[in-house]
């Protein structure tokens, strides 16, 4: 996923930085990267919740913008430029497209708790 490299080099770090970061090993993105595979859903989950200033959508299907303030940026540009077009439509679609990229997060983070809780339970009952 080349958008995982595109990030990297936004935090100014290496892939492989980017998989410590977020608890992987190494080599787990490294190596979707070069072979060109998948990587794991709870992968990209773990580097949406570190990184939540860029989109999920982003993240998953390359739509929408990179970052979630670019939105609101872009918008503000606009508005100072005198080109206020229905501005109040222009900053509803902006602000759903932020709660969507919430929402999303808000499930992964739940997904997360839900995965945590059963893993507790189990080390709880010793397995």
Do not use: C
């Not at 935090?11 to 410590?20: D, I, K, M, Q, R």
């Not at 609101?72 to 709660?99: F, M, P, Q, W």
């Amino acid at each position: 996923m080349k958008r995982i490299k595109e990030i990297a080099n936004q935090e100014g770090v290496s892939v492989t930085a980017l998989e410590a970061s977020i608890g992987a090993s190494k080599g787990v993105f490294s190596r979707a990267l070069a072979n060109g595979t998948d990587i794991q859903s709870k992968w990209l989950v773990k580097l949406a919740e570190n990184y939540p200033q860029y989109s999920p959508q982003w993240l998953l299907t390359g739509e929408g913008e990179m970052r979630k303030a670019d939105v609101l940026r872009d918008l503000e540009e606009k508005y100072a430029s005198g080109h206020s077009t229905d501005l109040t439509n222009e900053l509803i679609k902006a602000l759903k497209k932020v709660i969507s990229s919430q929402e999303t997060t808000i499930q992964s983070q739940a997904a997360t708790i839900t995965a945590l809780q059963k893993r507790i339970g189990e080390l709880e009952n010793g397995k």
